[in-house]
């Protein structure tokens, strides 16, 4: 029996990333094919360039096809955080007697949890922060047990209709007819973290390119989810603005940047072909400073409009590409911000970079749904489309 093959497609904010992939040992990865494309990307909620993303997509459909021993049928599409809101509610259905509790009822508790009013947007993915019997215990997985009533403190993720609209109709002219809608940032939050570290509420900042996403987790869902207007790019253009150098030059140097660096002295040097450009350090360090606390004035709005009551110690793991890899950051977002800050990745022997989450996160639940779509247990954690 072949092990299944499950392909996926996730939208970064200047990358397009596709994989198939199949579960390999010790839950790690077999790739059958694995394309990144450069594109205009997305910004406050629309795509710069949709006619260059048709472009890209159709690059990216064609390689991966040509790259497979056997064809997909079905698509994973990763809906970025910038287009999905996460909806809170709580629900309980009673039963005229005890029952065991199956994926139906839990399913029913699911349709019963949220009615959408609005049209502008559709139920992505559905997953439990926990679920409640009739003896008051909050529990992970009813499945099995006997209540005559189950509960829950239910997290929808809508996705803006118009994301769909707008991608369905250019992948069904590539050919590509059956695609599953899924919330990226629950996908990579439910990669990241163990389900014990889940269990006690995890907080995860997506840094990209030119947007960034905050999430508390807690159990299978997310509790409070913030897009940021904020990415690595913000950097790179303003040291491209205030050093007076080309973008790709200032993107190249932001790689080479320790903010620790305190010498008023120090130069940073990049060689570029031929020639070799120097910069001030202090100068360079000043602007990603500048733009660091920029980005924790944003975060800490983000923490004091959050109305989930979480621990304040809880500490905020930074994943991403878009300021990780740039020494001293971590250190002066946590100090700003008085919270521990750490770097988290894929747990993977290859794909272990932070600008690897995304991507391998929507994979992983892409594995998982077609693992379980015979048992049914799954069907909870997605809406499917």
């Known amino acids: 029996m072949k092990k299944r093959q499950v392909a996926i497609l996730d939208f970064g904010s200047s990358r397009l990333s596709g994989i198939v992939g199949q579960r390999g040992v010790n839950d ?4 059958k094919a694995m394309k990144d494309l450069p594109y205009e990307g997305f910004y406050e909620g629309e795509f710069l360039d949709p006619v260059e993303l048709e472009s890209v997509l159709e690059q990216m459909i064609t390689g991966l096809t040509s790259e497979c021993e056997r064809p997909f049928d079905r698509l994973y599409v990763g809906v970025p955080g910038e287009f999905v809101s996460v909806l809170l509610k709580e629900k309980t259905l009673a039963y005229d007697r005890k029952r065991r509790i199956t994926d139906r009822e839990v399913n029913d508790l699911y349709d019963a949890g949220l009615q959408l009013k609005s049209s ?9 922060i926990y ?3 009739d003896d008051k215990r909050r529990i992970v997985n009813p499945v099995g047990l006997h209540s005559d009533k189950l509960g829950g403190y239910i997290s929808y993720c809508v996705a803006d209709v118009n ?5 369905r109709p250019m992948l069904t002219r590539l050919g590509v007819e059956d695609v599953v809608f899924v919330s990226s940032m629950l996908s990579e939050s439910m990669f990241l973290f163990e389900p014990e570290q889940r269990d006690r509420f995890a907080l995860l900042l997506d ?3 030119l947007t ?3 999430a508390l987790i807690r159990g299978d869902g997310i509790l409070y989810q913030k897009s940021i207007p904020f990415g690595g790019g913000h950097i790179s253009a303003d040291l491209s603005y205030y050093l007076s150098t080309d973008y ?14 305190k010498s008023q002295t120090a130069v940073y040097e990049l060689p570029v072909g031929e020639e070799i450009y120097t910069f001030s350090a202090e100068k360079a360090n000043d602007v990603v400073r500048n733009n660091l606390d920029n980005l924790c004035e944003m975060l800490e709005d983000c923490f004091r409009k959050c109305e989930i009551r979480y621990p304040e110690y809880l500490p905020l793991h930074i994943t991403g590409g878009g300021i990780v890899t740039m020494r001293g950051c971590k250190e002066h977002v946590a100090n700003r911000i008085n919270r521990v800050v750490e770097s988290i990745s894929p747990n993977l022997p290859t ?3 932070p600008t690897d989450s995304s991507k391998f996160g929507l994979l992983n639940f892409a594995l998982i749904q077609e693992e379980n779509e015979n048992v049914g247990f799954f069907q909870k954690l997605f809406g499917r489309r």
């Open 248 to 261: 790709a030059v200032a993107d190249e140097l932001k790689r080479k940047i320790n903010i620790s660096q």
């Open 163 to 167: 994301f769909e609209k707008l991608i």
């Open 131 to 133: 679920f409640v019997l």
């Open 28 to 31: 790690t990865f077999v790739i």
């Open 212 to 214: 960034s996403t905050l």
């Open 351 to 353: 794909e272990n970079k």
């Open 207 to 209: 840094v990209g390119h």
């Open 120 to 128: 502008k947007y559709s139920v992505v993915n559905r997953s439990a």
